[in-house]
């Protein structure tokens, strides 16, 4: 038998779930989901693990840190990995992780629950799924009606924004900043803290003021730019227009020694 085969624990993959999450994202799931089987990390009922980017991307040798990063922000947004630092001490940023089983579930059933309530799914993911135990039909005398859970009321700008951000692994924020709802009065949308969280989470700045400072930049910078309007002109149309200029201010030489005396 081969020495070159098992001689150490193998990095699983379930083909079924890297077509639906992608290929980096199932193997860092199977991963996780392994250490949570060992985990000793019992927290409000739910088994947490943790490990610094750099203990994970020494699990995974042929990926950089950039990789497991944007692996992990990957699962956080798909609403299948929980992410939160748990630790008391606001100096701690340790993030510890979890599964979201549930929505691990719509996933892999195309949407489609069994055997969950639609409550427990996370937030990102809720509206994407069925969950088919919440729905109730009943037949009397012809009459068929059926019973669906209502729609949960529209969270308010500020809290929308904020639920992007801790998707992407911001764990503490504040929906009353006052820099938070002037940028939402500008127009900034969860869009753009989505993607402003992502950056930090990036580079190791999982924080909820720098996220909020990314933001506030990228729209100061944008305010600054004074854009062409319309089609812009080739090269030969800047030289005729700059030549009419010089020509529109021309002046005769004793009209020039006019001036000059005057």
């Known amino acids: 038998m081969s020495n070159y085969l098992m001689d150490e624990y193998p990095l699983l993959v379930l083909p079924k779930l890297a077509v639906k999450i992608g290929l980096n994202e199932a193997i860092i799931l199977q991963q996780i ?35 497991v990063r944007r692996g992990l922000a990957s699962l956080k947004s798909k609403g299948i990995l929980i992410g939160e630092t748990l630790s008391p001490d606001k100096r701690d940023r ?11 579930n719509c996933i892999m059933h195309d949407g489609k629950l069994q055997s969950w309530e639609n409550s427990k799914l996370h937030p990102s993911i809720r509206a994407n ?11 009397e005398t012809t009459t068929e009606t059926t019973v669906r859970e209502e729609s949960p009321p529209k969270p308010s700008p500020a809290a929308a924004c904020c639920k992007q951000m801790r998707v992407q692994g911001i764990a503490q924020v504040n929906p009353s900043h006052p820099t938070l709802l002037a940028l939402i009065e500008s127009g900034a949308t969860p869009e753009e803290f ?14 909820f003021n720098y996220v909020v400072g990314i933001v506030k930049r990228q729209r100061e910078e944008a305010a600054k730019l004074v854009l062409h309007q319309g089609r812009l002109p080739s090269k030969q ?22 001036n000059d005396a005057s």
């Open 194 to 207: 989505a993607q402003a969280a992502q950056t930090a989470v990036g580079k190791g700045k999982a924080d």
């Open 129 to 139: 799924c069925n969950d088919v135990t919440n729905t109730e039909t009943t037949t």
């Open 237 to 258: 149309e800047s030289i005729e227009a700059h030549n009419r200029a010089v020509a529109a201010t021309w002046l005769p030489p004793e009209l020039r020694e006019k």
């Open 33 to 67: 989901h392994y250490w949570l089987q060992k985990s000793e990390q019992n927290i409000n009922g739910n088994k947490w693990v943790y490990n610094t980017v750099e203990q994970w991307s020494a699990q995974f040798p042929f990926w950089s840190s950039d990789t």
């Open 94 to 104: 340790t993030m510890y992780y979890r599964i979201d089983y549930a929505a691990y």
